[in-house]
């Protein structure tokens, strides 16, 4: 069994629909809930989309984890600011549900990257601040932005893999 990500998306209350993304599907409670809410879940495999709430949420456990559980929501040092807003990438989010992502290089990307050229008609993005979520068409179709590292880069991730919530 898979989660249903779209019935998922669709429940109004955030704490339920946390608990719903973040379930152990084969731990023993997490078959006891797939058998007493079946609606939540599917045969099929279901890759989106994952709810922006509950992808921030996974990489700031796994910022805090790969920062010896101590992480001080103030620290500007490390793009943290208050809520969880600025490593679905690099704190390992996107890959965990499989969201693929491209990484297009700023105008100080490091030398020697394998990043695609931003286009120049995202320059605008380096002098305001957009940040995750933000919605963006790129190549024809809408992208949301799930990393904003920019004068270096920012990456995207097409949209149909993760809806907006609060």
């Given at each position: 069994m898979n989660k249903d990500w779209l019935s998922i998306c669709e429940v109004s209350d955030p704490n339920f629909r946390m608990a719903l993304a973040l379930l152990d599907l084969k731990s023993s409670f997490g078959r006891y809930v797939m058998e007493a809410m079946p609606d939540y879940f599917t045969d099929q495999e279901s890759l989106g989309p994952v709810p922006l709430s509950v992808l921030r949420r996974v990489a700031h456990d796994n910022a805090l984890k790969n920062e010896g559980g101590v992480w001080d929501p103030l620290d500007v040092s490390h793009d943290r600011t208050g809520e969880y807003w600025n490593g679905l990438?690099?704190?390992?989010?996107?890959?965990?549900?499989?969201?693929?992502?491209?990484?297009?290089?700023?105008?100080?990307?490091?030398?020697?990257?394998?990043?695609?050229?931003?286009?120049?008609?995202?320059?605008?993005?380096?002098?305001?601040?957009?940040?995750?979520?933000?919605?963006?068409?790129?190549?024809?179709t809408s992208h949301i932005m799930v990393e904003n590292a920019l004068p270096d880069y920012f990456c995207l991730a097409p949209a149909e893999y993760i809806a907006i919530d609060k």
């Open positions: 990438v690099v704190d390992g989010a996107c890959a965990h549900f499989n969201i693929p992502v491209r990484t297009l290089c700023g105008p100080d990307a490091p030398e020697g990257n394998s990043w695609e050229t931003m286009p120049k008609e995202f320059e605008y993005l380096h002098y305001v601040a957009k940040g995750i979520g933000y919605i963006m068409m790129f190549e024809g």
